[in-house]
C-alpha cells in the first residue's frame, strides 16, 4: 500500500510514519510537508535515508504542484494531517489557517478524486465541537454533538470538516474523519502547553498558566492517536466520523503541577497569565463508537505516557533547544512579553 501523509515533518504526523513504518515493512510512505515553522526535517532524520520513504516539500494549498505529485506518486491512501494548528497564533492571525486548513483540504480532495484515491482520512480536532461546561462532567462529545467552534482554528477545522462530508455526499469521495483529544508525546512542538512546560521548568523559567488553570483538556498518548487512525483508513466505514480520546481529563494546573513534581522544580515557578480569548473552557471525548465498531482501546496511561514524554525532552534537549533558540524567541515574547 502507498500512503501520502501530510504534515509529516510535524508532531503527529511524523509519529504516524514511525508508526506505519514499523508496523507494515512493506508499505510505502510518501510524507508531504511545506516545512512552516512547525515542520521539522530533524525530527525524521531516522527515516529519510529508508528506500520506503520519500519526502516531498510541498504546500498542500499549492494546487499545480500537489496535481503533480499525485501524477508522479499515485497514493492508494491520503492522510492530511498539515495543518496551522495553535489556537493562540489563529488568534494573532487568522488568516494562513484558512488557506491551510480549508482551502488545502479542498486541493488535497480535487486530487484524490482525480487520481482515485481509495481513501482519504481527514485529521480533525475534538475542538470542532466547542467545549463543555466544568459543572458537567456527565457531559461528553459524541459524532452527534453539534459544531460549534470558538477560535479561528477550530472554526477552520470544522469548516474542512464539512468539505470532506460535502466530497463524499456529492462526488462519493471515500472518506474519513477522525477528532481527536489532545495528544502528547514525542516530537511535540514547544509552543502547546506540556513541552512548553517541561521546557520552561528544565530551563528553571516561569511556567505562564492561563487564566485561573482550571480549564480541563483530555489527553491521549500520541501513538495511541496513531494506532486509531490507522485502524479507521483500513476498517472504518466509508464517509464516517470517529471520534478518538482516553477518558483522561486533567486540569491544566494539574499537568503542570505533574511536570514540576516530576522533574523535582518548585511550584513556585507556576505564573498565572491573562487568559486566552475565546478560551475553551472543558473537552471530553465519549470514545465509545470507535471501541465499539473498529475494538480501539489505548493501551498508554496518563501517568506512564507523561513519564515517557518528559523523559523523550530530557534525553533530546538538542531537539528542543535547537527550536526555542530561534525565531520562536519572537514569538514567545510577543505571546507572552505582556501578559
Ligand atoms: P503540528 O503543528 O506539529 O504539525 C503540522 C505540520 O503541518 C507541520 O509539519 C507543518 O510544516 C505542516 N504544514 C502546515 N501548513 C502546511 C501546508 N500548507 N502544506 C504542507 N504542510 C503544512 O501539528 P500536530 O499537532 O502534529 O497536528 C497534526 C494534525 O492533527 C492537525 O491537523 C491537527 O488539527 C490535528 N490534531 C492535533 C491534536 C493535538 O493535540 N496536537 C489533536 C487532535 C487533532
Ligand atoms: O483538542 C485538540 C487540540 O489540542 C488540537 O486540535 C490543537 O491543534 C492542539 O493545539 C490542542 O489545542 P489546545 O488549545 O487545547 O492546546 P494547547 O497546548 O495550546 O493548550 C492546552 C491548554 O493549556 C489550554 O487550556 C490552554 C492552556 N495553556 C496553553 C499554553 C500554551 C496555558 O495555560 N499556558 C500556555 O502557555
Same mark, same amino acid.
Given at each position: 500500500?502507498?500512503?501520502?501523509?501530510?504534515?509529516?515533518?510535524?508532531?503527529?504526523?511524523?509519529?504516524?510514519?514511525?508508526?506505519?513504518?514499523?508496523?507494515?515493512?512493506?508499505?510505502?510512505?510518501?510524507?508531504?510537508?511545506?516545512?512552516?515553522?512547525?515542520?521539522?526535517?530533524?525530527?525524521?532524520?531516522?527515516?529519510?535515508?529508508?528506500?520506503?520513504?520519500?519526502?516531498?516539500?510541498?504546500?498542500?494549498?499549492?494546487?499545480?504542484?500537489?496535481?503533480?505529485?499525485?501524477?508522479?506518486?499515485?497514493?492508494?491512501?491520503?492522510?492530511?494531517?498539515?495543518?496551522?494548528?495553535?489556537?493562540?497564533?489563529?488568534?494573532?492571525?487568522?488568516?494562513?489557517?484558512?488557506?491551510?486548513?480549508?482551502?488545502?483540504?479542498?486541493?488535497?480532495?480535487?486530487?484524490?478524486?482525480?487520481?482515485?484515491?481509495?481513501?482519504?482520512?481527514?485529521?480533525?480536532?475534538?475542538?470542532?465541537?466547542?467545549?463543555?461546561?466544568?459543572?458537567?462532567?456527565?457531559?461528553?462529545?459524541?459524532?452527534?454533538?453539534?459544531?460549534?467552534?470558538?477560535?479561528?482554528?477550530?472554526?477552520?477545522?470544522?469548516?474542512?470538516?464539512?468539505?470532506?462530508?460535502?466530497?463524499? *455526499?456529492?462526488?462519493?469521495? &471515500?472518506?474519513? !474523519?477522525? =477528532?481527536?483529544?489532545?495528544?502528547?508525546?514525542?516530537?511535540? $512542538?514547544? %509552543?502547546?502547553?506540556?513541552?512548553?512546560?517541561?521546557?520552561?521548568?528544565?530551563?528553571?523559567?516561569?511556567?505562564?498558566?492561563?487564566?485561573?488553570?482550571?480549564?480541563?483538556?483530555?489527553?491521549?498518548?500520541?501513538?495511541?492517536?496513531?494506532?486509531?487512525?490507522?485502524?479507521?483508513?483500513?476498517?472504518?466505514?466509508?464517509?464516517?466520523?470517529?471520534?478518538?480520546?482516553?477518558?483522561?481529563?486533567?486540569?491544566?494546573?494539574?499537568?503542570?503541577?505533574?511536570?514540576?513534581?516530576?522533574?523535582?522544580?518548585?511550584?513556585?515557578?507556576?505564573?498565572?497569565?491573562?487568559?486566552?480569548?475565546?478560551?475553551?473552557? *472543558?473537552?471530553?471525548?465519549? &470514545?465509545?463508537? !470507535?471501541? =465499539?465498531?473498529?475494538?480501539?482501546?489505548?493501551?498508554?496511561? $496518563?501517568? %506512564?505516557?507523561?513519564?515517557?514524554?518528559?523523559?523523550?525532552?530530557?534525553?533530546?534537549?538538542?531537539?528542543?533547544?535547537?527550536?526555542?533558540?530561534?525565531?520562536?524567541?519572537?514569538?514567545?515574547?510577543?505571546?507572552?512579553?505582556?501578559?
Amino acid at each position: 500500500m502507498k500512503w501520502l501523509v501530510t504534515g509529516g515533518a510535524g508532531f503527529i504526523g511524523s509519529n504516524f510514519v514511525f508508526y506505519l513504518m514499523d508496523q507494515y515493512p512493506e508499505d510505502q510512505i510518501v510524507c508531504v510537508d511545506s516545512l512552516t515553522y512547525a515542520g521539522n526535517l530533524e525530527t525524521l532524520e531516522s527515516v529519510m535515508e529508508d528506500p520506503r520513504f520519500s519526502f516531498a516539500k510541498v504546500d498542500i494549498a499549492d494546487r499545480k504542484a500537489i496535481y503533480a505529485l499525485f501524477e508522479q506518486e499515485k497514493p492508494d491512501v491520503v492522510v492530511n494531517f498539515a495543518a496551522e494548528t495553535h489556537v493562540d497564533r489563529s488568534v494573532m492571525d487568522p488568516g494562513v489557517f484558512l488557506r491551510t486548513n480549508v482551502l488545502g483540504t479542498g486541493v488535497l480532495m480535487d486530487a484524490s478524486r482525480q487520481y482515485g484515491v481509495k481513501r482519504y482520512h481527514q485529521v480533525s480536532t475534538d475542538e470542532v465541537y466547542g467545549d463543555l461546561p466544568l459543572d458537567r462532567p456527565d457531559l461528553f462529545f459524541t459524532e452527534e454533538t453539534p459544531i460549534h467552534t470558538s477560535s479561528p482554528y477550530s472554526a477552520s477545522k470544522a469548516s474542512a470538516d464539512l468539505l470532506v462530508q460535502a466530497y463524499h *455526499r456529492t462526488f462519493g469521495l &471515500p472518506v474519513s !474523519i477522525s =477528532r481527536c483529544s489532545n495528544n502528547y508525546g514525542p516530537y511535540q $512542538f514547544p %509552543e502547546k502547553l506540556i513541552p512548553l512546560m517541561i521546557a520552561n521548568a528544565l530551563n528553571d523559567k516561569p511556567l505562564p498558566v492561563y487564566g485561573t488553570g482550571e480549564n480541563v483538556r483530555d489527553w491521549l498518548y500520541v501513538t495511541d492517536h496513531c494506532a486509531a487512525i490507522d485502524l479507521i483508513v483500513r476498517k472504518g466505514k466509508e464517509g464516517s466520523v470517529y471520534n478518538i480520546g482516553g477518558h483522561n481529563e486533567r486540569t491544566n494546573l494539574e499537568v503542570v503541577k505533574t511536570i514540576l513534581h516530576t522533574l523535582d522544580k518548585p511550584e513556585s515557578l507556576i505564573h498565572f497569565v491573562t487568559d486566552r480569548p475565546g478560551h475553551d473552557r *472543558r473537552y471530553a471525548i465519549d &470514545p465509545a463508537k !470507535i471501541h =465499539r465498531e473498529l475494538g480501539w482501546l489505548p493501551t498508554t496511561a $496518563f501517568d %506512564e505516557g507523561m513519564k515517557k514524554t518528559i523523559r523523550w525532552y530530557l534525553d533530546n534537549r538538542a531537539w528542543w533547544e535547537h527550536i526555542i533558540s530561534g525565531d520562536y524567541q519572537n514569538y514567545y515574547s510577543k505571546m507572552y512579553g505582556n501578559r
